[in-house]
């Protein structure tokens, strides 16, 4: 399948300084990333059996999505990430990886040009990296590529970085204040049981260090 990403004046950021990044974040090749990326990932497919296509949003490497085309078949593996570094890494396909600031508009669409809907989509440690000015468009580019049976699991750490006077984790909120939003947003809850068989976010932190994410829409809410 060939896949294009339409807004082209999203080309990622530029700027080092730029609220909510952090540049060496994608560029991560802890080993411990990648193991707990590739369990999540065939646990998606264990949980999901029809399911097909998968995007990772904030994708950093990309080892979740890695592991989904390493299935082969029509498993399809999307990443959005916004440091154009990562498209040096081994781990990514450039095909499928695609360099944008995941708080602007970006639209995905096959070679006939209609809007790609995603099965499954997740955006690991990235909720908190999303300035709340900006979190409305954000949301709404997750939710045009979904459809009735879409589902969503996410993480936002629940810590700051006192030593960066808070500019990488910006949008650092309580459990409820995200289930709010959520439903705000037209989200319904789904069961977390993904998280419960790794005991490590994606970036190795326990996972009482994060807000655990598992949503679907509600009502096929697409506004």
């Known amino acids: 399948m060939i896949i294009r990403q339409l807004n082209k004046q999203n080309t990622g950021i530029d700027d080092h300084n730029f609220p909510g990044y952090q540049h060496g974040d994608g560029l991560s090749t802890f080993e411990g990333i990648k193991q707990d990326m590739k369990a999540f990932a065939d646990d998606l497919v264990r949980m999901y059996p029809n399911a097909r296509k998968f995007l990772d949003v904030g994708s950093g490497a990309g080892y979740l999505t890695q592991r989904i085309r390493e299935l082969g078949g029509d498993y399809i593996g999307v990443n959005l990430d916004g440091n154009k570094d990562t498209l040096g890494l081994s781990s990514v396909d450039s095909k499928y990886h695609f360099i944008v600031r995941t708080d602007v508009d970006w639209t995905l669409t096959d070679e006939e040009g209609d809007l790609l809907q995603f099965d499954v989509i997740t955006s690991f440690e990235h909720f908190e990296h999303i300035h709340p000015d900006n979190f409305l468009q954000f949301i709404q580019n997750i939710k045009k590529h979904m459809h009735k049976d879409s589902v969503l699991y996410a993480s936002a750490a629940t810590w700051n970085y006192p030593s960066l006077q808070d500019r990488v984790h910006i949008n650092v909120k309580p459990e409820f204040l995200w289930k709010?939003?959520?439903d705000n947003y037209g989200f319904?809850?789904?069961?977390?049981?993904?998280?419960?068989?790794?005991?490590?976010?994606?970036?190795?932190?326990?996972?009482?260090?994060?807000?655990?994410l598992a949503y679907k829409l509600k009502n096929n809410d697409k506004n």
């Open 188 to 212: 319904a809850e789904i069961d977390k049981k993904l998280f419960n068989s790794n005991n490590t976010s994606g970036c190795g932190l326990r996972w009482e260090e994060t807000t655990e």
């Open 180 to 182: 709010i939003e959520m």
